[in-house]
């Protein structure tokens, strides 16, 4: 199952970063890019159903290691 996820930053320059974090994150395969005139984020993601699934609450600590919001 596909899952969808979005966050906004302050900056283009911090989305930008963001982003990039996002080509080499070794917690799961992503596809992110950018969105809302370059301030968000867009990520898709491959629900593991294996078990509980981890993704969203990684990416919420590295967006806030960025100062993103869940949009």
């Not at 283009?12 to 982003?19: E, S, V």
């Not at 370059?38 to 960025?66: N, P, W």
């Amino acid at each position: 199952m596909e899952s969808q996820v979005s966050y906004r930053f302050d900056s283009q320059q911090t989305a930008n970063r963001f982003l990039n974090k996002l080509k080499h994150w070794s917690v799961a395969k992503v596809t992110a890019s950018l969105c809302q005139g370059g301030y968000g984020v867009k990520i898709r993601y491959e629900v593991d159903t294996s078990g509980f699934d981890y993704t969203l609450a990684e990416l919420d600590d590295l967006a806030m290691q960025h100062e993103g919001e869940e949009i």
